[in-house]
């Protein structure tokens, strides 16, 4: 089973992606995470980074490649990938919970505080999060940026929410 | 006869743009589209474009449409819409009907940018109330603002099936699963993943049985497929559905190329019958010039390269532009078409035009069937 | 006005604001807005079947959504065969489901031929 078949990456893809910061990386800071893995003739996240951590290069047909090292987690990238396959990871917390900011284009909006559900990639309810900010600005071009806490473990699993109401 | 230096006819992407490029190496355009509005399928594109910034990746189509009807407008283009283009002939004059009257335009050269149309299916129910094109219900929700229905079926995973699905999402309905006979998802992954994450099930190797219901759809059976694309009894899954969508598939919307005596070839890469043309998107009738999805069915990023060509092509040859100047201005839009068909997505446009220009000779040993000299 | 109405939504934002007029569907006053297409209006009012097939009288509503198909036609204004779904709306317009390639007005008996 893989995203050809079913539409979505298991974890052990997305781990193996060139976009994918190593856990390492992960701890250390806040950063992107590229869920994007095929030859795709895209390269919007590349233009973004100013950071110059994410590379396509040439040919645009490339994956894109993270280095961690070098991306501040700013999430620029991820509003503008039209894929909506960048998400942006904070682990380093010390309260077992870890920050997510996911593209999110569905309405009504999450209100600041708010707990959601939690669903993995082929969109099951995983657990629930606690909203910490909503954000749109005319950058992000009607994508908003929803952040959430969510339980450590689920860092690498949540990538989208569901309102409860 | 009304006179036109260039007449393009459809004010989709690739017309808007190839009138642009006319018009600016100076040439005098007159666009004619059978809508009432401009833009074509560009303003139900409500996502953001792939490509790379040249392409204004990032960019949401509905707003690429907006910058292109105001370059147009900023460059005097004539358009006129609600008229339909019903034929070409001697190559030069184009008959149109309006609403209250029908008229000619005589043309020194013509660009046909008339798009595609949506591919059907068939199975037990499919003239059923309530199963549509996807992209007819795509220009229902974000064009006219009205939901086709409540809990939808996509058939098709290619892009413009997950891209719809989307988007059914967004404006509120219910996608009940994407299906597709093809053992693989067949758009791009990321698209794939953004709606199974919302919940949605992409069932591949699964096709539509039937739809049932007494006056419209109430009911969607899909079943799995084999290796022979026969369904498999017993493999049945009930869908409660009031909607099935239909993204099948677009073959070129070719007619006038047709009537005005165009060679064809039948390149399915390509949709289907396509108008063999050249690299200056030239077709075998001297003067005619296609763009766009009737010159073989691909994104909408292509036919606006597509059409820049057209109509730079068409401006040099109607004397606007030397040859010399027009290959400068032509090369970067070529370059770019070639980044946007790159990869495993592109092969079959690029297989495709490949094979069109590997197969001219074919197309000048058919009998014209159809249409003019 | 309903929920088939989009009023709201993510990218496109509020429903551009447009007159408010009132199309007869049969002896039914369905409310539509300035500008769209006959088709969008019955598709908000619930309406399923726009007509029916001349043969085996099977019923029939939208496919293309953009002028191509036909599927769509209906009588309107005493006109049959009118595409629906290219059409815009106007205050007072009467449609009606049409039965087979549906009858003309002086066929019915009035109008002018």
């Known amino acids: 089973m893989s995203i050809l078949e079913d539409g979505y990456f298991t974890l052990e893809e997305v781990l193996a992606l ?31 980074c100013k950071a110059g951590a994410l590379t396509v290069g040439t040919p645009i047909t490339n994956v894109p490649k993270i280095d961690a090292a070098c991306c501040d987690g700013c999430g620029i990238c991820m509003v503008d990938c039209p894929g909506l396959a960048i998400f942006i990871l904070d682990l380093t917390r010390d309260d077992g919970r870890a920050e997510l900011w996911l593209p ?56 989208a929410i569901a309102l409860r109401r | 006869m009304k006179q036109a230096e260039i007449v393009v006819v459809g004010a989709g992407p690739a017309g808007l743009s190839a009138a642009a490029a006319a018009a600016q190496a100076g040439a005098q355009v007159l666009v ?18 792939f490509g ?28 006129v819409l609600d008229a339909s283009v019903w034929g070409i002939y001697d ?31 068939s199975f037990r129910g499919w003239t059923l109330p309530g199963v549509m094109g996807a992209g007819c219900a795509q220009t229902m929700m974000n064009v006219h603002r009205v939901l086709p229905g409540q809990r939808v079926v996509m058939v098709g995973s290619g892009n413009v099936g997950l891209i719809v699905a989307y988007q059914l999402l ?52 899909i079943w799995r497929v084999d290796d022979r694309w026969q369904g498999v009894p017993g493999s049945e899954i009930e869908l409660d559905a009031d909607t099935v969508t239909l993204a099948v598939g677009l073959s070129p919307m070719a007619e006038l190329a047709w009537v005005a005596g165009c060679r064809f070839l039948h390149i399915p890469e390509l949709g289907g ?57 032509a090369a970067p839009h070529e370059a770019s078409l070639a980044r946007l068909r790159s990869g495993p997505f592109g092969a079959a446009a690029r297989g495709g035009k490949l094979a069109m220009d590997g197969r001219r000779d074919e197309a000048w040993g058919q009998t014209l069937t159809r249409g003019g000299a | 006005m309903n929920e088939r109405r989009i009023e709201i939504h993510p990218i496109l934002g509020l429903r551009p604001e447009r007159r408010h007029v009132t199309i007869h569907f049969g002896d039914r006053p369905l409310p539509a807005y300035e500008g769209e297409p006959i088709a969008a209006a019955l598709l ?66 009035g109008g002018e031929p």
């Not at chain 1, 994918?20 to 250390?28: I, L, N, Q, V």
């Not at chain 2, 004619?32 to 474009?49: M, R, S, T, V, Y």
């Not at chain 3, 065969?81 to 290219?86: I, K, L, M, P, S």
């Open chain 2, 273 to 329: 019958h396509v108008p063999v043309h050249s690299a200056y998107m030239e077709t075998t009738v001297p003067g005619i010039y296609v763009a766009g999805d009737v010159s073989g069915v691909e994104e909408a990023s292509c036919a606006m390269e597509e059409g820049r060509l057209a109509g730079l092509w068409a401006a040099s040859a109607a004397g606007r532009l030397s040859v010399a100047a027009a290959v400068a201005a």
């Open chain 1, 104 to 159: 999110h284009e569905f309405l009504p909006l999450p209100e600041m505080g708010e707990a959601v559900l939690l669903c993995d990639r082929a969109g099951s309810v995983v657990g629930e999060g606690q909203v910490t900010k909503v954000r749109q600005a005319k950058r992000f071009d009607r994508t908003a940026v929803v952040q959430v806490l969510v339980p450590e473990e689920l860092a690498m699993t949540a990538r």
């Open chain 2, 52 to 79: 790379a910034s040249e392409h204004r990746a990032g960019q949401r189509g509905v707003d690429i449409g907006h910058e292109l009807l105001e370059e147009v407008e900023g460059l005097g283009v004539d358009v």
């Open chain 2, 91 to 121: 190559g030069s004059t184009v008959a149109v009907a309006s609403q209250e009257y029908s008229w000619r335009v005589k043309a020194d050269r013509i660009v046909l940018a008339t798009g595609a149309t949506e591919n059907g299916l």
């Open chain 3, 44 to 109: 908000a009012a619930g309406v399923r079947v726009f007509r029916k097939t001349s043969k085996r009288g099977e019923p029939r509503q939208l496919f293309c959504g953009i002028g191509r198909c036909t599927d769509c036609v209906m009588i309107v204004d005493d006109l049959p065969g009118v595409r629906t779904c290219v059409t815009p709306v106007r205050d007072g317009m009467r449609v009606e489901e049409q039965d087979g390639r549906g009858r003309w007005e002086r066929e019915r008996g």
């Open chain 2, 32 to 49: 004619i589209d059978e809508n009432a509005e401009p833009g074509g399928q560009l303003f139900k594109q409500i996502h953001k474009f």
């Open chain 2, 170 to 221: 967004q404006a509120g309905a219910e996608v009940v699963a994407v299906v597709d006979a093809l053992p693989r998802v067949g758009g791009y992954p990321v698209h794939a993943a953004k709606i199974a994450r919302a919940g949605v099930p992409i069932y591949t190797s699964y096709s539509v049985k039937e739809a049932d219901g007494d006056e419209c759809v109430e009911k969607v059976t």
């Open chain 1, 18 to 48: 060139p976009g994918c910061p190593s856990p390492e990386a992960m701890r250390g800071r806040r950063v992107a995470v590229v869920e994007c893995g095929h030859e795709l003739p895209c390269n919007p996240c590349e233009t973004a």
